[in-house]
């Protein structure tokens, strides 16, 4: 199945823990594509530091509830500690979208829930996959992309290492 999976971190080595994360997600998940990574201002609490965020498209035989448990597994491993919602956090995972599943459970939405309105999450989708359409709204990542506020606030910083 494909996925596309979201990554933040904004303590600590913010690169390095991106990188890390997907060294990891690599050994259970067949790694195709990484966005460029991108500086962006926080999103909610805004008195904390800035994220580095990407996205990535990956291959999986895991079911989205498995493939969560896996990116829970490795937020853990890489010293995610709970924290109140928007907080700061060493890294971040989100399931953005699961092939063309939509499903709603008291764990996990797919696709993401507030993709559609988070110009850190649809700047580096837009470049892995510019056609794909919400279900639900019908609309394209382009169109998302184009509408979406707080693009300001994302810039492109580089690469990560292996793409």
């Not at 008195?47 to 035989?61: I, K, L, W």
């Amino acid at each position: 199945m494909e996925v596309y999976l979201g990554l933040g971190s904004n303590l600590g080595d913010r690169k390095a823990n991106l990188e890390k994360a997907l060294q990891l997600l690599g050994e259970r998940l067949t790694i195709r594509q990484v966005s460029s990574l991108y500086q962006t201002e926080p999103v909610g609490h805004k008195e904390q530091p800035m994220f580095f965020n990407a996205v990535c498209r990956a291959e999986t035989d895991l079911g989205p509830l498995q493939l969560l448990s896996l990116i829970k597994g490795i937020e853990t491993a890489l010293g995610r500690v709970p924290s109140f919602a928007g907080g700061p956090r060493s890294i971040d995972v989100d399931i953005l979208l699961y092939g063309g599943l939509s499903m709603e459970t008291a764990d996990l939405t797919i696709p993401h829930p507030r993709m559609a309105e988070r110009a850190f999450v649809l700047i580096p989708l837009l470049e892995l996959t510019p056609e794909w359409v919400h279900p639900v709204s019908g609309e394209s990542v382009k169109d998302l992309a184009a509408a979406v506020q707080d693009q300001q606030g994302v810039e492109k910083v580089g690469q990560l290492e292996g793409k």
